[in-house]
């Protein structure tokens, strides 16, 4: 069982910045695409981002697309989230996701999960 780890989250004013990190032990992690979620109280889980297996295309939900940035280093094992221009409406718990064989969009195609770290904007 693969137990992926987030970090990064925290309170941030409206406009500001965070960086989320999820790091995934293990010599695989090459071979997933990896992925970022949301979920905010009393919704749904949410698609945020996610980054395939080399060469790492990416893709983004419109809601975060110009403002949010997904990366992967294959070295460290670790897949973050850049958060910028940040709203209120983006405050959730943030997930870490990963998989071998993902939609995109769809939770139920990821096979790892993290714990989640909370993001907080205020306005």
């Known amino acids: 069982q693969v137990q992926l780890g987030e970090s990064g989250g925290g309170l941030v004013q409206a406009g500001g910045s965070l960086r989320l990190s999820c790091t995934v032990p293990g010599r695989t992690f090459s071979n997933y695409a990896m992925g970022w979620f949301r979920q905010a109280p009393g919704k749904e889980r949410e698609f945020v981002a996610v980054?395939?297996?080399?060469?790492?295309?990416?893709y983004y939900a419109d809601s975060v697309e110009g403002r949010f940035t997904i990366s992967r280093d294959n070295d460290r094992n670790t897949v973050n989230l850049q958060m910028n221009s940040l709203k209120p409406e983006d405050t959730a718990v943030y997930y870490c996701a990963g998989g071998v064989a993902v939609v995109a969009d769809n939770p139920r195609t990821y096979d790892y999960w993290g714990q989640g770290t909370q993001v907080t904007v205020s306005s």
């Open positions: 980054i395939r297996r080399n060469p790492g295309s990416v």
